[in-house]
């Protein structure tokens, strides 16, 4: 992706400057700024930016209504609404015009920088999603498993998968949000489930109601181990992990999802362990 391309809208010429300075200090190229409405349309228009960073408050006008001027001229350039004001009715109204992102003022460099990526490098950030998630999965279970149970566990095969699931008898499904959604599976038999439980209580569940808390708690720490790795590698991705859905039964099927996805399975000490995950394309209209 070549370099995003931004016009700066706001009324202070000290903000302006700032917030120039830290846009150009992280390789942004600042190509316009504007102050009014007729501004606006006129830089908007002429040098065709990337992005546009908005105040809300202008003379004679306001940043939504600068917002839905720069939309009638071209639909898919991005605003972030940068402003002093922030409140729960304000941010509602901005998602309402399709404003990308909100941070209020003082402005926070890695919180601009990381709103401009995450909204600027949509495919590049996919792209990488779909290189990097998946060995993130298999490391949080491979060290969920070694840190909580004190036991090690063997991949032994690893394969595409596209299809209705059916449950060995104890399925946990961890959905994931952020840039892109997604979700996790991990699957087993109930005696399985049963000993590896034992393994993290250090005892003999109660009851199966124990042992379905153990799972999804074991579970959310590998989901959540997994999402951190890949927000180290890149900040932009946000993500972060749901409640569990737990499913058990003796004829339990999970349908496919809508995206492609990957599985695992894993010998253990107390069993076999299947791995799936997976992230679609879409991304939210909000973060």
């Known amino acids: 992706m070549g370099k995003v ?23 942004f190229e600042v190509i316009g700024e504007a102050g009014t409405l007729d501004e606006v349309k006129e830089v908007v228009a002429d040098k065709k930016p990337t992005l546009v960073t908005m105040d809300m408050t202008l003379p004679g006008t306001d940043g939504l209504e600068c917002t839905r001027a720069i ?4 639909k898919n350039i991005k605003v972030i609404v940068i402003s002093s004001m922030m409140d729960e009715e304000i941010v509602r109204e901005a998602k309402d015009n399709n404003v990308s992102a909100y941070i209020q003022k003082p402005v926070d460099t890695d919180e601009l920088v990381t709103a401009i990526n995450r909204i600027t490098a949509t495919e590049e950030l996919y792209d990488y999603l779909q290189d ?21 566990l063997t991949y032994k095969e690893e394969y595409p998968f596209n299809k209705e699931h059916a449950s060995a008898g104890i399925t946990v499904i ?56 890949l927000n180290k590698k890149s900040k932009a991705l946000g993500l972060r992990v749901a409640p569990p859905s737990i499913l058990h039964g003796d004829e339990v099927h999970i349908s496919a999802p809508d995206f492609s996805t990957m599985t695992a399975k894993a010998d253990t000490d107390y069993g076999e362990i299947l791995l799936n995950a997976g992230f679609k394309r879409g991304e939210e209209k909000w973060m």
């Open 5 to 27: 391309k931004i016009v700066i809208v706001d009324d202070s010429s000290f903000s302006i400057a700032f917030i120039r300075n830290i846009l150009e200090e992280n390789g």
């Open 132 to 152: 990097e998630y998946f060995a993130a999965f298999k490391e949080g279970l491979l060290d969920g498993v070694n840190r909580m149970t004190k036991t090690l």
């Open 71 to 74: 939309h009638k001229i071209d």
């Open 174 to 229: 961890i959905g994931i949000i952020g840039k892109f959604s997604g979700r996790m599976l991990v699957d087993m038999s109930k005696e399985t489930a049963n000993k590896l439980a034992g393994a993290l209580l250090r005892r003999e569940p109660k009851d199966i109601n124990e042992m379905i808390a153990a799972l999804a708690e074991f579970a959310n720490i590998i989901s959540g181990n997994a999402c951190s790795i």
